[in-house]
């Protein structure tokens, strides 16, 4: 998980969510000895790097796709060039 540092700027987001929501929020904080904005915080950041690696796999999976389907071609090429020897 990325950390923070001493010099990166920080913004304040709100949300809107359930009284059940905020409770459960305080209590899983408290469990884990951290304040419920670090809970958030930390909870946020593991979401936006879960959907970061899923972006990224969609993208090599389309890259791979594409490089078959080349290579695929490419291969077709070769044995056209060698049917006529």
């Given at each position: 998980m990325?950390?923070?540092t001493?010099?990166?700027?920080?913004?304040?987001?709100?949300?809107?969510?359930s009284e059940n929501?905020?409770a459960e929020v305080?209590?899983?904080?408290?469990?884990l000895g951290v304040?419920?904005?670090?809970?958030?915080?930390q909870?946020l950041?593991a979401?936006?790097e879960?959907?970061?690696?899923?972006?990224?796999?969609?993208?090599a999976r389309a890259?791979r796709?594409?490089?078959?389907?080349a290579?695929?071609d490419m291969?077709?090429?070769?044995?056209?060039?060698?049917?006529?020897t």
């Amino acid at each position: 998980m990325r950390s923070s540092t001493a010099s990166s700027k920080s913004r304040m987001i709100s949300v809107r969510v359930s009284e059940n929501f905020v409770a459960e929020v305080a209590e899983n904080a408290k469990h884990l000895g951290v304040d419920p904005s670090e809970y958030t915080r930390q909870a946020l950041e593991a979401f936006n790097e879960r959907v970061m690696g899923q972006r990224i796999a969609g993208i090599a999976r389309a890259l791979r796709a594409e490089t078959d389907a080349a290579a695929a071609d490419m291969d077709d090429t070769v044995a056209d060039g060698l049917a006529g020897t």
